[in-house]
């Protein structure tokens, strides 16, 4: 078996479990409330966030859709819980990139999220990743307002 093989299988496994386990499900009291669908496919997000002082202290997804959506808005909340906005918005802007297959600043740690790279091969699944980090880049500029 090849490398690619190798690695293909680890980031199937890795985009499965955090959709089999999610990450940060639920919901917060008292925070930043982002809904948002995908019509093509019928995925859909709920995102709460608390943020402070610049801060993402706390992100939490619900919502239903395929195992890609799911495990992209786990692997976000993730990413993002103790980051400040801009980090936040930049991690975005990375996975953004990753999933147009561009060029992208591989000198910061993606950690699980570099599972879903291999999404970008599929054109119709891109929407299905970048839900929950749309979702995300509305709250935080709707908090720079």
């Known amino acids: 078996m090849s490398f690619n093989n190798n690695l293909d299988t680890l980031y199937r496994q ?39 002082d610049g801060k993402v202290t706390d992100a939490k997804f619900d919502g239903e859709g395929c195992s890609i959506s799911m495990a992209s808005a786990s692997m976000m909340t993730q990413a993002i819980k103790g980051q400040d906005t801009e980090t936040a918005l930049k991690l975005s802007e990375i996975f953004s990139d990753m999933m147009q297959g561009k060029e992208y600043d591989d000198t910061i740690d993606l950690g699980d999220i570099e599972a879903l790279q291999g999404v970008s091969k599929f054109p119709a699944r891109i929407k299905c990743a970048t839900l929950s980090w749309k979702a995300m880049e509305k709250g935080v500029h709707s908090q720079e307002q």
């Not at 499965?16 to 386990?21: A, F, L, P, S």
């Not at 990450?23 to 925070?31: C, F, H, I, T, V």
């Open 14 to 52: 890795v985009i499965m479990d955090h959709y089999k386990n999610p990450r940060n499900k639920g919901a917060l009291e008292d925070s930043l409330t982002i809904d948002m669908n995908n019509p093509t496919c019928g995925d859909r997000i709920h995102l709460t966030l608390k943020i402070e």
